[in-house]
């Protein structure tokens, strides 16, 4: 069964950093891209960060770029998603998520993912 879960969400005051992980389990990860979504209370879900299979390529949301990183490492199965200079708007529950095919360069629209994380909770005070 193939299974995705984040972690490193919490409570950080605007200005604070978190580091958030996505383990995979059930799969070999590497021939997968992988994005970073996140849903804040009464919002939609909208795209933050995507990282094609090798790791070479990236892309952001606007609203995070300069601020957030993604990387991954394919040994041990987990994507990465470094969070600098939180702000309250970036308050919302992060998931992680599969594409659906091997080898495709990453999108930034939901429907393309098939396998997603339960999610983790960031918390930005100002």
């Known amino acids: 069964q193939v299974r995705l879960a984040e972690s490193g969400g919490g409570l950080v005051q605007a200005g604070g950093s978190l580091k958030l992980s996505c383990k995979a389990s059930?799969?070999?990860?590497?021939?997968?891209?992988t994005g970073w979504f996140r849903q804040a209370s009464g919002k939609v879900r909208e795209f933050v960060a995507a990282i094609d299979w090798s790791g070479r390529t990236t892309w952001y949301a606007d609203s995070v770029k300069g601020r957030f990183t993604i990387s991954r490492d394919n040994a041990k199965n987990a994507v990465y998603l470094q969070m600098d200079s939180l702000r309250p708007e970036d308050t919302a529950e992060y998931h992680c998520?599969?594409?659906?095919?091997?080898?495709?360069?990453?999108?930034?629209?939901?429907?393309?993912?098939?396998?997603w994380g339960q999610g983790t909770q960031v918390t930005v005070s100002s």
């Open positions: 059930g799969l070999t990860f590497d021939t997968y891209s």
């Open positions: 998520a599969k594409d659906q095919d091997p080898h495709r360069m990453p999108s930034m629209r939901p429907r393309e993912y098939d396998v």
